[in-house]
Antibody, heavy 115, light 109 residues
Framework: QVQLMESGGGLVKPGGSLRLSCAAS????????MSWIRQAPGKGLEWISY????????YYADSVKGRFTISRDDAENSLYLQMNSLRVEDTAVYYC????????WGQGTTVIVSS | VMTQTPLSLSVTPGQPASISCKSS???????????LYWYLQKAGQPPQPLIY???TRFSGVPERFSGSGSGTDFTLRISRVEAEDVGVYYC????????FGQGTRLDLK
């Protein structure tokens, strides 16, 4: 069964760091574009980062550029999001999703940035 | 920018519903594909994909859902709303990175 499962969320102070993981099962993550999308409490969806499987190109939304880094480990069949210099406004549920069309989503992991 | 209208919709079960999505840029790529997608997010769940490339249903999506449009103007239609269709609908463009619409909340009368 094709699945994605995020982990690594938690409570962190402003300025702190977290590393999110997204474990894929039922397919080979290395064969797909992968993205991270987040949703602040009571708000809509915001795409934040994307990783190309073709040439390892990465892209970021302006809101996280320079602070977040997307990476993948094909041997582990996993996608990661290193989040540094966290801000209160980064509080959200973070989802990973597959393909350009975001055809498979994980259940999400919650990040709370608060002092 | 992706602009959805209306932002909320109250529909009697069995009646049709329609959501509009307008893009600030043309979503037709030189590869011939139109990079417009629709998702439904039910309460407490991740978004679930409905429509890709403006008009094609993802696998397993009921036939009552249909997508239409081209260029910058797109529409999601539900032919007969059912109780399980309640939630927030999002359009998304993927021609220039990704941008989601604000979301349209659908509930039942």
């Amino acid at each position: 069964q094709v699945q994605l499962m995020e982990s690594g969320g938690g409570l962190v102070k402003p300025g702190g760091s977290l590393r999110l993981s997204c474990a894929a099962s039922g397919f080979t993550l290395g064969d797909y574009y992968m993205s991270w999308i987040r949703q602040a409490p009571g708000k809509g969806l915001e795409w934040i980062s994307y990783s190309s499987y073709i040439d390892n190109t990465t892209y970021y939304a302006d809101s996280v550029k320079g602070r977040f880094t997307i990476s993948r480990d094909d041997a582990e069949n996993s996608l990661y999001l290193q989040m540094n210099s966290l801000r209160v406004e980064d509080t959200a549920v973070y989802y990973c999703a597959r393909r350009v069309g975001l055809d498979v989503w994980g259940q999400g992991t919650t990040v709370i940035v608060s002092s | 920018v992706m602009t959805q209208t209306p932002l909320s919709l109250s529909v009697t079960p069995g009646q049709p519903a329609s959501i509009s999505c307008k893009s600030s840029q043309i979503l037709l790529h030189s590869d011939g594909k139109t990079y417009l997608y629709w998702y439904l997010q039910k309460a407490g769940q991740p978004p679930q994909p409905l429509i890709y490339e403006a008009t094609t249903r993802f696998s397993g999506v009921p036939e009552r859902f249909s997508g239409s449009g081209s260029g910058t103007d797109f529409t999601l239609r539900i032919s007969r709303v059912e109780a399980e269709d309640v939630g927030v609908y999002y359009c998304m463009q993927a021609i220039n990175l990704y941008t989601f619409g604000q979301g349209t909340r659908l509930d039942l009368k």
